[in-house]
T-cell receptor, first 115, second 112 residues
Framework: GAVVSQHPSWVICKSGTSVKIECRSLDFQATTMFWYRQFPKQSLMLMATSNEGSKATYEQGVEKDKFLINHASLTLSTLTVTSAHPEDSSFYIC???????????FGSGTRLTVV | GDSVTQMEGPVTLSEEACLTINCTYTATGYPSLFWYVQYPGEGLQLLLKATKADDKGSNKGFEATYRKETTSFHLEKGSVQVSDSAVYFCALSDRPGNKLVFGAGTILRVKS
C-alpha cells in the first residue's frame, strides 16, 4: 500500500535553532500534503495545506514565518520550525493525498522537543 | 464550520467485550467519514471509511455505518482484543481529497 516516510521520528533541539521535518511519498505522487500538530492526549490540528509547486495555505493562528513549508516535488514536502521555542514542542504529522484516488496516507510522526 | 464530536474516554474494556465509540458530525453537504487508529508513538492508520449515506465501512472486525438522519458514524466491534488498545479518531472531509477534520480522539484500553 501507499507509504509516507517521515523523518526524523524524534528530535531534540535547543531554543533558537531550526528543525526540518521531511515527508516523502514512496510509491505514489502526492499533489497535496497536510501538516498537523498534535499535543499530548489531544486531537490533530491542521496547521497548513501545501500543494506541489505553490505556496502553502496556513490555518488561522499558525505563523507562516515560523513554520515554513516547502512542497517542491510530488514526492517531497518539508516543514521547518524556525527559531524553535519550548512551546513548539509537539508531535508533528504529515498526511499526503494521492494524486489518483485522493486517499490520505499519514507519516509516522515526528516528536519535537525544544529545550 | 464542519466539526466532529466523539465520546470522551478513556474506554476500558475486558478482552472479548463489545465496543461502541460514538461519533457525530456537523457538516454541510455530504461529507466522507473516516475512522483512524493511532498506536502509541505512531502516526495514524486508516481503519475504515464511508463516502455516502447508509454505507458501512468495515475492517479487522470493526464496523461503522454512515447515518445521515442522525449525522452519526459510530464505531463498533463485537469482541475486542488487547491489541486493539489505541486511540481512535473519527474524521470527515467535506469533499474527496480535502482536509480532514478530526474529533478529539477516544482512548481504548483493553485488559486481558
Amino acid at each position: 500500500g501507499a507509504v509516507v516516510s517521515q523523518h526524523p521520528s524524534w528530535v531534540i533541539c535547543k531554543s533558537g535553532t531550526s528543525v526540518k521535518i521531511e515527508c516523502r511519498s514512496l510509491d505514489f505522487q502526492a499533489t497535496t500534503m497536510f501538516w498537523y500538530r498534535q499535543f499530548p492526549k489531544q486531537s490533530l490540528m491542521l496547521m497548513a495545506t501545501s500543494n506541489e509547486g505553490s505556496k502553502a495555505t496556513y490555518e488561522q493562528g499558525v505563523e507562516k514565518d515560523k513554520f515554513l513549508i516547502n512542497h517542491a516535488s510530488l514526492t517531497l514536502s518539508t516543514l521547518t520550525v524556525t527559531s524553535a521555542h519550548p512551546e513548539d514542542s509537539s508531535f508533528y504529522i504529515c498526511s499526503a493525498r494521492d494524486r489518483v484516488d485522493y486517499g490520505y496516507t499519514f507519516g509516522s510522526g515526528t516528536r519535537l522537543t525544544v529545550v | 464550520g464542519d466539526s466532529v464530536t466523539q465520546m470522551e474516554g478513556p474506554v476500558t474494556l475486558s478482552e472479548e467485550a463489545c465496543l461502541t465509540i460514538n461519533c457525530t458530525y456537523t457538516a454541510t453537504g455530504y461529507p466522507s467519514l473516516f475512522w483512524y487508529v493511532q498506536y502509541p508513538g505512531e502516526g495514524l492508520q486508516l481503519l475504515l471509511k464511508a463516502t455516502k449515506a447508509d454505507d458501512k465501512g468495515s475492517n479487522k472486525g470493526f464496523e461503522a455505518t454512515y447515518r445521515k438522519e442522525t449525522t452519526s458514524f459510530h464505531l463498533e466491534k463485537g469482541s475486542v482484543q488487547v491489541s486493539d488498545s489505541a486511540v481512535y479518531f473519527c474524521a470527515l472531509s467535506d469533499r474527496p481529497g480535502n482536509k480532514l477534520v478530526f474529533g478529539a480522539g477516544t482512548i481504548l484500553r483493553v485488559k486481558s
